[in-house]
């Protein structure tokens, strides 16, 4: 648990039997060095006593907006600053619904709302309550927010019926937050080489071939990896994003001109990822001058085959460099990706399909299978930062 030693983390306690846990799972966390801050829902004290708890973290108990007797305000946006990570264990199927739809009427809320670090939450209810689509639509909200689920497990609950919606032990969720902390340099001396966007294909000076690639997912892939320890290249086709910060980004409009900065970058990296959605054809003849509307028919643009920026990069490949492409399917999809990943060379491809909705072009989630030669892992619905955060952790496990 070395990750920990100097963290600050707010644990978030609302009010389930599972609460007495919280208790192993402070102590966990000071032990491993962590300064943590329990914010706790008014139901959370009903189950445990924050004298307990504030004796085990060295801190006042959070709980109210106000102290009753000096009216002192408890300022949750100060706290939401102070986290480097938040974790709501026991997480209740009412905190999560609060959370899914910001009702901030208590503390620990106020605080989920103004956090800036990442958020892990660890749902414990019974099973019913855990099966029930309001539960499943809240919690699919709240990873497509950026929110970690740290799954509940399956037994005994305290209504002594078997079944789903146990909170994962402390000794598990400690764990999680020891292994995201762990994450912070895990990149750290690798080279990375990152495509992103769409390509525009010039037909004359106003007009273009191109598709609707925002570049959220390449840029997302490329800030995380930089924040990892990674030296990243960004080659960005043309979009609305800003740099992301601590990235090299190359900006370039066309295929062959993504190739050619792909080219320059390649020999000196470790990894290279292709998430730039790369116009397969290019018009053959650029028109100097703007073709004009007044013709009754323009004759027919000719197009030409744009070079396979992830193949060239396959077939130069050497041993060492890992080469990750992207599939984006209709249909047959992991027929189709495993095609790719053979054609092109590729070690890894990520497929991802716009038969699922939130998935693809210009949305801030996704949804994607990570494929390999031996495997496949699928992963649910999530916000283009916590993919791009699996996608890396795949490539980290597969160096
Ligand atoms: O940018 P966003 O709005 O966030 O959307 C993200 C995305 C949908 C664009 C992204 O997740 C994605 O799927 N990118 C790849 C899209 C694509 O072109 O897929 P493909 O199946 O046609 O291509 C397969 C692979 O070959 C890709 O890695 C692609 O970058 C690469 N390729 C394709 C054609 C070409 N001429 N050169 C290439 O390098």
């Known amino acids: 648990m070395s990750n920990l030693k100097g963290k600050h983390i707010i644990l978030g306690i609302s009010g389930g039997i599972a609460a007495y846990k919280s208790v192993v799972l402070l102590r966990l966390l000071v032990k491993a060095g962590a300064e943590v801050q329990v914010v706790i829902t008014p139901n959370g004290k009903e189950f445990i006593t924050p004298v307990t708890l504030s004796a085990l973290s060295g801190k006042p108990v959070v709980s109210e907006f106000f102290t009753a007797n000096t009216g002192e305000w408890h300022s949750h946006v100060d706290l939401g600053l102070w986290a480097d990570a938040m974790v709501i264990a026991p997480a209740t199927a009412s905190t999560l619904a609060k959370m899914a739809t910001g009702v901030a009427d208590n503390m620990l809320i106020t605080t989920y709302l103004s956090a800036k670090a990442p958020v892990f939450v660890a749902p414990a209810m019974d099973l019913d309550m ?19 689920i740290i799954e509940p497990a399956t037994g005994e609950l305290a209504s002594h019926l078997v079944g789903r919606g146990r909170m994962e032990e402390p000794e598990k969720i400690a764990a999680v937050l020891d292994s995201f902390f762990g994450r912070n340099h895990d990149m750290a001396g690798r080279k990375v080489l990152i495509t992103a966007g769409p390509t525009y294909e010039r037909i004359d000076p106003v007009r273009f071939i191109g598709n609707f690639s925002s570049g959220k997912m390449g840029y997302a892939l490329a800030a995380c990896a930089a924040a990892r320890g990674a030296e990243v290249t960004l080659v960005s086709g043309p979009t609305e994003l800003p740099d992301p910060p601590g990235v090299n980004t190359v900006r370039v409009e066309s295929a062959r001109q993504m190739l050619e900065a792909c080219e320059k970058a390649f020999d000196n990296t470790d990894v290279a990822i292709m998430a730039a959605a790369v116009a397969d054809y290019a018009p053959r003849h650029y028109a100097d001058h703007k073709i004009k509307r007044e013709h009754d028919a323009v004759e027919a643009i000719e197009l030409v085959k744009n070079p396979d920026i992830a193949a060239t990069l396959g077939a130069r490949k050497r041993d060492g460099q890992l080469l990750v492409g992207f599939a984006l399917e209709t249909d047959n999809a992991e027929a189709n990706a495993r095609e790719k990943l053979v054609r092109k060379n590729l070690d890894m491809i990520v497929l991802n ?18 494929i390999t030669p031996e495997s496949a892992t699928a992963f649910s619905l999530k916000s283009k930062n916590a993919v791009a955060a699996d996608i890396l952790d795949c490539i980290i496990k597969k160096l």
Do not use: C, E, I, Y
């Open 130 to 148: 855990m099966a029930h689509p309001t539960t499943t639509r809240n919690l699919a909200t709240l990873q497509a927010d950026g929110v970690t």
């Open 353 to 370: 399909s716009l038969a699922d909705k939130g998935a693809g072009f210009g949305t801030d989630t996704n949804k994607v299978t990570v």
